[in-house]
């Protein structure tokens, strides 16, 4: 019996190990990435760089807040009422503009295929900047609606020290607020499920006219469809709370417990980190300077003391 529990002991301390560092890796990652798009002026003068730079900052947010969550709760530190409210309404923020962002930026490979000779003054800087301001003011309005009904709804003093782990549903619990949530969500992924869905078949038609080169048009498709795929992962990771609520009394506490860590790992910390992976390793200009950072960055804390000393 003795051995039994040390195993299970080492078990955990060895998947607590494995969802701490893919998660910093992640953010190692993600870090470098919104560096290298802040490194040239060229992605700061470019519309799809900015979209690209807003998904990125949204998703990094995510993965650090998820990440902190993680690491108090295996520690089981509990915190005060206001300060679990604060990260969890970032939070919620940052949810809703990784799909939002994702149509905008669907649209804008619309534009760059269909439309090519207007392209540049169809999405200029200032309507891309506009269009991230817009996707963030809907996000915080939202968020301040929930904000401001907990406040009038809530009994218990926001100063109080919490009985369990911070999560969405331990502060937003009132059935209002869950429905709130729920409507806004779902009319966000379908808005942008239908927008994406519009865009790829705006490039399809576009790409069997002859005015429209095949390569640039192909690789359009491709996008789209990662962001479809990403729309899809997203969808996902707001679900995973419902989905381990439904399986309480259906499977034992140590079959949730083992599925909830595939679920942060695939579903909650991996989707935050792919638009890294996709856009970075496929954009010709992104990639040299995004794996020159990453291997100064590399070089840098692996290079001895006295070495850099040197320098």
Known sequence: RPSYNISQTTAKSFK?????SSCIIFLYINVVMLFTLRSKPVFSQTPRYILLYNLLFADTIQLALGQLLYILAAARVYMVRYVCLIIT???????????????????????AVCYPLRHASIITIRGTTTAVAVIWAICLVKQLISLLTLLFLETMPLHNLMQGFCAKHAIFHQNI??????????TVFVFVGGVIICSYFGVIVS????????????????????????????????????MITALHGKVDQITIQRIYYVFFIFLVNLPRSLSCLIYGLRDQTIRPLLVQHLCFCLRYHMMPAGHLNKH
Do not use: W
């Open 16 to 20: 607590r190990f494995l969802a701490l």
């Open 89 to 111: 309404m970032i939070t919620i923020i940052t949810t809703g503009i990784s799909p939002l962002n994702l149509a905008v930026m669907s649209l804008e490979r619309y534009v």
């Open 177 to 186: 607020l869950e429905d709130l949530d729920k409507g806004f969500m779902y």
């Open 207 to 242: 790409a069997r006219s002859a005015s429209t080169g095949t390569a640039s048009a192909n690789k359009a498709l491709k996008t789209v469809l990662l962001h479809m795929f990403q729309l899809v992962l997203t969808l996902l990771s707001t679900m995973v709370t419902s």
